[in-house]
């Protein structure tokens, strides 16, 4: 019988005056009691409406019940044949705004936590040795796949499990992509995503490290060397500034480079081989995850940090529980706030930042309240660091070394809904042809160009 209670099952997490000095993981994930005690909650529906709001698809009624009859393996093997990396997906998949939404637990309390039983099944399956290497013989066909994120990573897997041989080219000397490089070791640890990726190796699935395709390689020379398909998985890591005078200051970071020196290089460990200023005091500029990260990131190595955000909180793109967990440990957000102008010293060196108050005037393109600023109001901000969040687009790389691959306006590759592109035998995903957007949207974009790929290979 399921349990009526109306909220989740409290999950533990590091307190915020601790957890603000450390990289360890805030969230500590819910013990197999407490992942059974979730699990009752789920009333395992007829017509189960959270699948809907999973971009792979995940059978979660079947595998929540596998899980509250104690048979975690069997809830790990439906699990992991419809998402190749739920340990990824349980701790940074927006479930609020996907399968969690589509909950009816939620209309009179809040729905099950969906990602938190993802989570504990597969970090159980971790550690116990436990794999899903459900694979089908090898048939012969060898396909390419450029970029080791998560779009890429779940093509990978998927054409494994068909019997293809592939191999994925990873510019650089750790896979991952954005799941190594831009989230933070608090949010997601790398051994998890290492873990993943050995999952992969187990499969079959050779990957190559520090190989720029598009500049070691084209793509035309991978189908020279006997591929035939590629899939681009590229994401878009290009970042994005204002144009606002002082950007080009020393102390002026994009999101990318601060995350890319924390997470993938390791900069907060004393001796790391790249530098990152242990500044005193940062503004991060945005308002969506990527902000937070940095934000988080640089409270841990020692700053007093305020995001500048120029809508208001009911705006933030940001995930509530990052926003949440940003205030706890201490962090000032000033919305309604748009930078001006960056000022340095005589050293060439950040010193301050100049913004205006606004205010919302009507909705723009995206829906959203127009930020409009408010006369008069400007105002300076000390600071010695300046964190530009403002997104990213795809690095034009790949556009510009493979001829005849369309792209629109913003350098992103034009798909079809199954990731087919302008060039035969190219199928692309992600962020790479839909710009800056979550982990689980890039792994259903790389799960849908598998099957294509498949189909377009066996039926030629």
Known sequence: MADLSLTKTKMAEQAPDVRSANFLEVALGYTKEEAMAEARRCLVCRNPHCIEGCPVSVPIPTFISKLRDGDLEGAYAHL??????????????????????????????????????ERFVADWAMENDVSNLDIQPKNGHKVAVVGSGPAGLTCAGELARMGFEVTVFEAFHTAGGVLSYGIPEFRLPKRIVRHEVDNLRKMGVEIKLNMVIGKILSIDELFEDGYEAVFVGTGAGLPMFMKIPGESLVGVYSANEYLTRVNLMKAYVEGSPTPIMHSKRVVVVGGGNVAMDAARCAKRLGADVHIVYRRSE???????????????????????????????????????????????????????????????????????????????????????????????????????????????????????????????????????????????????
């Open 314 to 460: 009911a705006e933030l793109p940001a995930r509530a529980e990052e926003v949440h967990h940003a205030k706890e440990e201490g962090i000032v957000f000033d919305l309604l706030t748009n930078p001006l102008s960056i000022t340095g010293d005589e050293k060439g060196r950040v010193s301050r930042i100049t913004c205006i108050r606004m205010e919302l005037g009507e909705p723009d393109a995206s829906g959203r309240r127009r930020p409009v600023p408010i006369d008069g109001s400007e105002f300076e901000i000390e600071t010695d660091t300046v964190i530009m969040a403002l997104g990213t687009s795809p690095n034009p790389l790949i556009r510009t070394t493979t001829p005849g691959l369309e792209t629109n306006r913003k350098g992103c590759i034009v798909t079809a809904e199954d990731g087919s592109t302008s060039r035969d035998g190219i199928f692309a995903g992600g962020d790479a042809s839909t710009g800056a957007a979550t982990v689980i949207l890039a792994m259903g974009a790389g799960k849908a160009a598998a099957k294509s790929i498949s189909e377009y290979i066996l039926n030629k």
């Open 80 to 117: 992991s044949r419809a998402n190749a990396l739920p340990a990824v997906c349980g701790r940074v998949c927006p479930q609020e705004r996907q399968c969690e939404s589509h909950c009816v637990r939620g209309i009179k309390g809040e729905p099950v936590g969906i990602g938190r039983l």
